[in-house]
């Protein structure tokens, strides 16, 4: 049994050190095909949108889990058999594989991520940066916390505290639809660029929310995301202190397809550069 800094009285304990452990046994799993490189690469609705074996077999082995301990619970997972509905309040969120792209070109950027929401909030997150072998972990109102494989509690995390875009540090990415769509993001990307010290593009938005809730960045924003790819990272993030919002500066809320997150003092200045270049872009 996982040890937590946390009351093992909280509501949601065996649902939180039960996504912790399937996240590092995915991970682990992940990993092992990873060093052997991918048998199978296949192509879903664009030429860009990828899967391989590792995502099937990645969702198997956490589907497996969760249906078993919580039949009750609804599933939303992103290959094929992961939209399982049940009657129930409870509501998990799996990404088997945020990184399919780089996980194929064995770029070394790639996580897992389950999250569960009860009715509509998030009450629990867990990503796991795989190569690295750190767990990104949080329950709502415990605080958001990132383990290595010999403790749970190696760091309470904190978004950064950087005031000015000019000295910032941000990640987004690029819909898979950039080809054809006009709103792709590059009139945003293009605005922000030269008004910010950097922007990175892993291509894993699980782990940059992670990062952004670690410190590591200070703003994050995107665009035409599937819920799976925030659900975990959202809670993280506010849970380190951050501000997370859809474009127009509401509350982020689940089925949102854009999002403007960043530490407290950055995130009005961020949000508005992303509405002003949209403004220009004629969006």
């Known amino acids: 049994m996982l040890s937590l800094p946390i009351p093992t009285s909280y509501e ?50 956490i589907l497996e889990t969760l249906t078993t301990r919580f039949p009750d619970h609804s599933i939303l997972a992103e290959e094929e058999g992961g939209d399982q509905q049940r009657s129930g309040r409870a509501l998990w969120l799996v990404d088997p594989l945020d990184g399919t792209t780089n996980f194929a070109s064995r770029f070394p950027v790639f996580a897992v991520s389950i999250a569960l929401w009860v009715d509509g909030q998030p009450v629990l997150g867990v990503v796991q940066d795989v190569v690295r072998s750190r767990t990104y972990w949080t329950a709502a109102g415990q605080g958001a916390w990132m383990a290595t494989p010999e403790r749970l509690d190696e760091s309470r995390l904190q978004t950064s505290q950087t005031r000015e875009l000019n000295q910032s540090l941000l990640a987004t990415g690029f819909p898979y639809v950039r080809a054809t769509a006009k709103d792709n993001n590059l009139a945003e990307f293009n605005y ?27 703003g994050y924003w995107e665009a035409r995301l599937s819920p799976w790819d925030w659900a975990a990272g959202v809670l993280l993030m506010l849970e380190a202190g951050g501000v997370v919002t859809d474009y127009a500066g509401n509350p982020w809320r689940l089925g949102a397809d854009q999002m403007v997150a960043a530490n407290p003092y950055l995130h009005e200045k961020l949000l508005a550069a992303v509405q002003t270049a949209r403004r220009e872009a004629g969006f």
Do not use: C
């Open 12 to 61: 949601f304990y065996a649902e939180l050190t039960t996504a912790i452990h399937l996240a590092r046994q995915a991970g682990d799993l992940l990993l092992d095909i990873h060093r052997q490189g991918p048998r199978r690469i296949e192509t879903k609705n664009t030429a860009v949108d990828m899967l391989t074996e590792a995502d099937t077999a990645s969702q198997a082995l």
């Open 192 to 218: 922000l660029m030269p008004r910010v010290r950097g922007i990175r593009r892993a291509g894993a938005a699980a782990l940059d929310q992670a990062w952004l809730a670690d410190g590591r960045l200070d």
